[in-house]
Each structure stands twice: as structure tokens, then as C-alpha cells.
């Protein structure tokens, strides 16, 4: 009897074994030449590039980050990486004019960047005019040059009087962001169409509350599901504030304004694609970081659960009906594995078999296949807010932005609604907690005299753009 038990669980774990290895993670994807030619993409396809204002605009010296930046972590090491501070960053605050004629000459009709809530509203209830009048001249000099403008309203920083205040910890972080929302689509309303709410609310909740390595600098997955949960619902009010305050048809399509959130999906496989507690790991990760949110969307249920250390369910009831579009910001590939040592105790890590980043990340454009698919919601138009690379290694960059161009096309054969294209940076930025030294840019940025230079890697994207007719 007992030795038939065990014939049977031998048997089964061979079969499931069998089956995991075969079970259909991946997509085929073929290293094949690509036409830049032939890469048909619609006419009126945006192509663009992003950046986000603390990391090119300098003087951000009123949010949470300047906090960041003087501030120590308990092993005394700064929390910056060398303990370095953005500064003036490229100095994009007054160069933006140069900047913007930097991405039309390279063909880009559309910018993605972000206005810095902390030098709008330095204060609770307290707004700089003269920060709204830059942002409405930005709008305004984008529109007279040709190129859409898609304004972030959170790209990661807080106003430091907020961050006192516990931030999106606390319940009225939503009411202080919709106040603000209100003022900017009021200003730049006339001059802008296309609004995107929340920058990464997972990665953003991820990196302050439970890796900890941005601010606030905590490790507590419940507070992550409540902070998360606070920018669900700061999304959901700031999509209507948008609805209620700009009426105006900025571009002349007849609609005006669209809201979308922006939403980064990391593609999570099994280590082993034979060993179930891979597949399991995996399987948590992708739930933790991409699925919650786009769930919520799905169900108007924001629910956050890993047994034993977060179990979080909220309704946010009319939730669904608050998308217009939605953003995907697509990077990498992680392998994942069980590992007491790490967070959620699960180990994360870059295929070996692959390219890697600066940032150590595995360079892998089936993903943004893989991710448009996971992204794609009934009805919503997808923009591709964020790709990029950080290298030195042109080479690299050139076949990044090849492939991955490559790879939305695929995704848009196979019926994803893809209707435009961000590289991130246009320029060399501060990379948040690594400092200066990775470069994203498709221009190089010497920080010393603030020159800005075509990277070699970044020419393929020119002939992308103009080889589809786009030209100054
Ligand atoms: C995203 C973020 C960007 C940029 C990028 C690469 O999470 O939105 O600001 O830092 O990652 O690290």
C-alpha cells in the first residue's frame, strides 16, 4: 500500500516536472536583421521621448528627495550612491528650449515629463506663479515646435511639507495632490492634452516601503499596500479633477484631455522552469508588482496579499471608468527563485544568458512583447512612456532601441492597441539613488559644462523616426 503511495507521488512530481518545463513562459523570439524600412508602423504613431523633472530640471531642493539627499542610512553610508546630489542636474529648467529643439531634430513629436509639485506649491496651499507661468511657456513652446506634450503630475517626489506630514501614508496626501492637480490642469489645460496621473505607484510604493532604499526608507509590505492603495485612489480623483478643469482642445482632435496612470510592468520568470517553488516565487512577484494594480483596474478592488506578511483588499469603487490610456514603462527580465535572505523572500536576479545593462538589468525585448500583452485592458490605448538603456556601450544602445522598436511592432500585429513610443532620457539624468553614473540618455550630457551630444547608439532612433516621414 505504502509503496504504491510513493509510485504515485514519484510519478506525479516526474509529470508535474515534465509539464512545468514545458509550460509556455516565453514567447518564440528570432534574432533575426532588422529593415528599418520595412518596420510599419500608423502615420500618426508618436515618437518620443521622456524625463522627469528631479532628475534633469536642478534646483528640486524642496521635495522629499533634498531630504533624501542629507540624510544617512542606519550603516551610516549616504543614501545616494558616493553621497551624490542632482544640483543642477542638466540644467534642464533653463535649457528646456535647447532640449525640446534637440528631440525635434531627431524627428520626436511628443515629450514626456513631469511638473515638480514642490516648486509649484512650495507650501500647503501656498503656489509660485512664476513656476506655473515656466511650465505653461514649456507647453506652449512644445506646441509652436511640433511635439505633444505628456505631463507626469507624479514622477516619484513629494513637497517636503508633505513628506513631514507622512506623505502617501496619510489619507489626505489624496486631497493635497487633487488640489494641485485642479491648479495645473486649470494652467495647462489650453496647451495640453495628454495627462498622466501617477508615475510607477508599485515601483514607487516598492522601493520607500519595503526595499527601502527610497524615501521614506521603510520595510513594511503593509504600509506598502496602504501607500499604494492612497495613489489608486489619488489617481482616481485627479482623473476627474482633469475632466471637471480642462476643456480645452489642445491639439484639435476634437477631445480635451486624456488621463492615464502609467504603469511599469518587470517580466518575472522561473529560475527552473522545472521546479514548482520557482514558478511560485514568480508567479508572487508578478502578482506584488504588476498584477495588483492592474487588477484593481479591472475589478475596482485594490487587493495586495502574500500570506502571512500583507493582506490588503479595498474596494475603490468606479475605479475602471478612470483610464483614457495607459502608460507601460518595460525595462527587464528578472529570474526569481525562493531565498530566506531576500525581501518577500524571493531572490530576483538577471538571466546570465543575456546582455547586460549598466544598471545590471538583462536586456530582453520579448518582454515588451510579453508586457504589452499583460498590460492591455478592453478600450485602452497604450503609450509606451518609458524604455531605455543605461550603457556606454553604444553598440548596445543601438540594438536595444532596434529590438525593442521591433518588439511593439510584433505586439501591435498581434492586436495591441500601441499608439506611441518614449525613450528614456533624452538626456543623461540623475539616476535617483545611483547618481550621475548611469546613462540613459540619447544625448550625452557633460555636467560640467552642460553640452549636450547625439550618442552614436541613439542615431538608429533618428532613422527610425524619419525613415517613418517624421522630419523637422
Ligand atoms: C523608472 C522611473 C524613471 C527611471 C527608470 C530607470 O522606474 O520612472 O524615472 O529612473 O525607472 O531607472
Not at 535572505?341 to 520579448?366: C, E, H, L, N, R
Request: aromatic residues 14%; contains cysteine.
Amino acid at each position: 500500500m505504502i509503496i504504491n503511495l510513493i509510485i504515485v507521488l514519484v510519478l506525479a512530481v516526474i509529470l508535474l516536472t515534465i509539464w512545468l518545463n514545458f509550460r509556455h513562459n516565453d514567447v518564440k523570439w528570432s534574432d533575426r536583421k532588422i529593415d528599418i524600412a520595412k518596420l510599419d508602423f500608423p502615420r500618426d504613431f508618436l515618437w518620443g521621448a521622456a524625463t522627469s523633472a528631479y532628475q534633469v530640471e536642478g534646483a528640486c531642493d524642496q521635495n522629499d528627495w533634498s531630504v533624501w539627499e542629507r540624510s544617512f542610512a542606519e550603516n551610516a553610508n549616504p543614501r545616494i550612491k558616493g553621497g551624490q546630489k542632482p544640483g543642477l542636474a542638466a540644467d534642464h529648467w533653463n535649457r528646456y528650449r535647447n532640449d525640446i529643439d534637440l528631440l525635434r531634430q531627431m524627428g520626436g513629436n511628443a515629450y514626456r515629463f513631469s511638473v515638480e509639485w514642490s516648486k509649484v506649491c512650495p507650501g500647503p496651499g501656498v503656489w509660485d506663479r512664476r513656476v506655473i507661468d515656466h511650465y505653461i511657456e514649456k507647453c506652449a513652446y512644445l506646441n509652436e515646435n511640433g511635439a505633444k506634450p505628456f505631463v507626469t503630475l507624479h514622477h516619484f517626489t513629494i513637497p517636503a511639507w508633505l513628506f513631514e506630514r507622512g506623505g502617501f501614508e496619510h489619507p489626505d496626501s489624496v486631497n493635497y495632490f487633487s488640489d494641485f492637480v485642479y491648479k495645473m490642469a486649470e494652467a495647462l489645460g489650453p496647451y495640453v492634452d495628454y495627462w498622466a496621473t501617477i508615475n510607477e505607484p508599485a515601483v514607487y510604493a516598492m522601493m520607500g516601503w519595503v526595499r527601502g532604499i527610497f524615501p521614506p526608507g521603510k520595510q513594511d509590505p503593509g504600509l506598502a499596500a496602504r501607500v499604494l492603495n492612497n495613489l489608486l485612489k489619488a489617481h482616481f480623483q485627479a482623473y476627474h479633477a482633469i475632466h471637471e478643469t480642462d476643456q480645452s482642445d489642445a491639439d484639435g482632435d476634437g477631445v480635451p484631455c486624456k488621463v492615464g496612470i502609467v504603469k511599469n510592468i518587470t517580466i518575472f520568470d522561473p529560475a527552473r522552469k522545472w521546479w514548482l517553488p520557482d514558478w511560485v516565487g514568480a508567479k508572487i512577484l508578478h502578482h506584488l508588482f504588476n498584477q495588483s494594480v492592474l487588477e484593481a483596474f479591472l475589478t475596482d478592488r485594490f487587493a495586495f496579499n502574500l500570506k502571512n506578511i500583507v493582506n490588503f483588499s479595498q474596494k475603490i469603487p468606479g475605479l475602471s471608468d478612470t483610464l483614457d490610456w495607459i502608460g507601460l514603462n518595460y525595462y527587464t527580465q528578472y529570474l526569481c527563485k525562493p531565498d530566506r535572505k531576500s525581501d518577500f523572500k524571493i531572490k530576483m536576479y538577471p538571466s546570465q544568458k543575456a546582455a547586460q545593462t549598466d544598471m545590471g538589468w538583462a536586456v530582453y525585448p520579448a518582454g515588451l512583447y510579453r508586457a504589452l500583452q499583460m498590460i492591455r485592458l478592453p478600450g485602452v490605448p497604450i503609450y509606451i512612456t518609458e524604455n531605455g538603456i543605461a550603457t556606454e556601450d553604444e553598440t548596445l544602445r543601438q540594438d536595444f532601441i532596434l529590438k525593442h522598436v521591433e518588439a511593439i511592432r510584433e505586439a501591435m500585429l498581434d492586436s495591441c492597441d500601441v499608439r506611441g513610443y518614449f525613450y528614456r532620457s533624452l538626456l543623461d539624468n540623475f539616476e535617483w539613488v545611483e547618481g550621475f553614473d548611469k546613462r540613459f540618455g540619447l544625448y550625452h550630457v557633460d555636467f560640467e559644462t552642460q553640452k549636450r551630444t547625439l550618442k552614436d547608439g541613439a542615431q538608429i532612433y533618428k532613422e527610425i523616426i524619419h525613415a517613418r516621414g517624421h522630419k523637422k
